[in-house]
C-alpha cells in the first residue's frame, strides 16, 4: 500500500502526460501481479509467477498498440484483422510461456537439493497453455489498457501535442492543430501549416503516418491530412479549412 500511496503521490507531481504513463506503467505492473498471485495457486513459486506473468506483457503490447488501428477499419475488414491480431499475440504467448517454463525447469533442477527435494517433475500447467484462459488474460491486460488510456485522454488536462522535425537542416516544432497536411513530392515530403508555411523533410510519408497517429488520415499516396482540418467530403475529394481541395484515391476511400 506505501508503494502504491507513493505513486499517486508521484504521479500528481507531473505534468499530464507524464502523469498518464505512470498510471498506465502502473496499470500494468498491478496486472501482472495479480496475474502472479493467480499462477501461485498452480504450483509455482511467486517469483516463478512473477516471471510468467511478464512474460504475458509482448503480447499484450502488441494487442495495445494495433488496437486502436484496427478499430478505425472497415468494420468487414475490422472484425478478420481483430481475429488475426488476436492469433498472432496468442502464438507469441505460446512460445514464451514454453521458453519461459524450459528456464523455470532448467532452474529447478539446479536448485531442487535447495528447494524442491529430489524429484522436479515437468510443471507446464495446462491451465496456462489454454487459449481461452490466455485470451481473457491478454483483453484484460490490453483491454483494460485501452479503456485507461481513454478515460484519462478526457478526464486529464493534457498540453496540446506537437511534433519536431528538421526542416532545411533546421529544428521545427508544430503544434498536430496547427499541421493541415503532409504531401509526399518525389523524395521528400511538404509539411503544410494552417499558416500557409510549408516545410521540407525527408521522413517518408508512411512514417508520418504511423508517427501522427489517428488524429490524421490517409487519403492518398501522396496525401496524408488532418481529421480537424476537414470541412466537406466527396465520393473522390475533399475540401480543407484554407479552401483546398485534396484527391481521394480508389485505395483509400474505403478506409477514409
Given at each position: 500500500?506505501?508503494?502504491?500511496?507513493?505513486?499517486?503521490?508521484f504521479s500528481?507531481?507531473?505534468?499530464?502526460?507524464?502523469?498518464?504513463?505512470?498510471?498506465?506503467?502502473?496499470?500494468?505492473?498491478?496486472?501482472?501481479?495479480?496475474?502472479?498471485?493467480?499462477?501461485?495457486?498452480?504450483?509455482?513459486?511467486?517469483?516463478?509467477?512473477?516471471?510468467?506473468?511478464?512474460?504475458?506483457?509482448?503480447?499484450?503490447?502488441?494487442?495495445?498498440?494495433?488496437?486502436?488501428?484496427?478499430?478505425?477499419?472497415?468494420?468487414?475488414?475490422?472484425?478478420?484483422?481483430?481475429?488475426?491480431?488476436?492469433?498472432?499475440?496468442?502464438?507469441?504467448?505460446?512460445?514464451?510461456?514454453?521458453?519461459?517454463?524450459?528456464?523455470?525447469?532448467?532452474?529447478?533442477?539446479?536448485?531442487?537439493?535447495?528447494?524442491?527435494?529430489?524429484?522436479?517433475?515437468?510443471?507446464?500447467?495446462?491451465?496456462?497453455?489454454?487459449?481461452?484462459?490466455?485470451?481473457?488474460?491478454?483483453?484484460?491486460?490490453?483491454?483494460?489498457?485501452?479503456?485507461?488510456?481513454?478515460?484519462?485522454?478526457?478526464?486529464?488536462?493534457?498540453?496540446?501535442?506537437?511534433?519536431?522535425?528538421?526542416?532545411d537542416?533546421?529544428?521545427?516544432?508544430?503544434?498536430?492543430s496547427?499541421?493541415?497536411?503532409?504531401?509526399?513530392?518525389?523524395?521528400?515530403?511538404?509539411?503544410?501549416?494552417?499558416?500557409?508555411?510549408?516545410?521540407?523533410?525527408?521522413?517518408?510519408?508512411?512514417?508520418?503516418?504511423?508517427?501522427?497517429?489517428?488524429?490524421f488520415?490517409?487519403?492518398?499516396?501522396?496525401f496524408?491530412?488532418?481529421?480537424?482540418?476537414?470541412?466537406?467530403?466527396?465520393?473522390?475529394?475533399?475540401?480543407?479549412?484554407?479552401?483546398?481541395?485534396?484527391?481521394?484515391?480508389?485505395?483509400?476511400?474505403?478506409?477514409?
Amino acid at each position: 500500500m506505501a508503494t502504491v500511496g507513493f505513486v499517486i503521490h508521484f504521479s500528481l507531481t507531473l505534468g499530464s502526460k507524464m502523469k498518464q504513463r505512470v498510471i498506465i506503467i502502473a496499470y500494468w505492473a498491478l496486472m501482472v501481479l495479480l496475474t502472479a498471485y493467480m499462477l501461485c495457486s498452480l504450483s509455482y513459486s511467486f517469483s516463478e509467477s512473477c516471471l510468467l506473468g511478464c512474460l504475458l506483457l509482448p503480447g499484450g503490447i502488441v494487442i495495445k498498440f494495433m488496437l486502436p488501428k484496427i478499430l478505425l477499419q472497415p468494420q468487414k475488414n475490422r472484425i478478420i484483422n481483430l481475429l488475426l491480431l488476436l492469433l498472432t499475440a496468442l502464438i507469441i504467448e505460446f512460445l514464451l510461456i514454453f521458453v519461459g517454463h524450459g528456464i523455470l525447469l532448467s532452474l529447478r533442477n539446479e536448485l531442487r537439493d535447495y528447494y524442491f527435494g529430489s524429484n522436479s517433475e515437468p510443471f507446464v500447467s495446462g491451465l496456462l497453455v489454454n487459449p481461452v484462459f490466455l485470451t481473457i488474460l491478454l483483453i484484460l491486460f490490453a483491454g483494460g489498457d485501452y479503456l485507461l488510456t481513454e478515460y484519462l485522454h478526457k478526464h486529464l488536462k493534457q498540453a496540446p501535442p506537437s511534433i519536431t522535425f528538421t526542416s532545411d537542416r533546421k529544428p521545427v516544432s508544430l503544434l498536430y492543430s496547427d499541421i493541415l497536411y503532409v504531401e509526399s513530392n518525389d523524395t521528400e515530403v511538404w509539411i503544410h501549416s494552417t499558416d500557409g508555411q510549408k516545410y521540407r523533410n525527408k521522413t517518408p510519408i508512411s512514417q508520418w503516418e504511423n508517427l501522427l497517429g489517428i488524429e490524421f488520415v490517409r487519403i492518398h499516396r501522396s496525401f496524408l491530412v488532418s481529421r480537424s482540418q476537414i470541412t466537406k467530403t466527396d465520393s473522390d475529394s475533399l475540401t480543407l479549412t484554407d479552401g483546398q481541395t485534396l484527391p481521394i484515391s480508389r485505395k483509400y476511400r474505403e478506409q477514409f
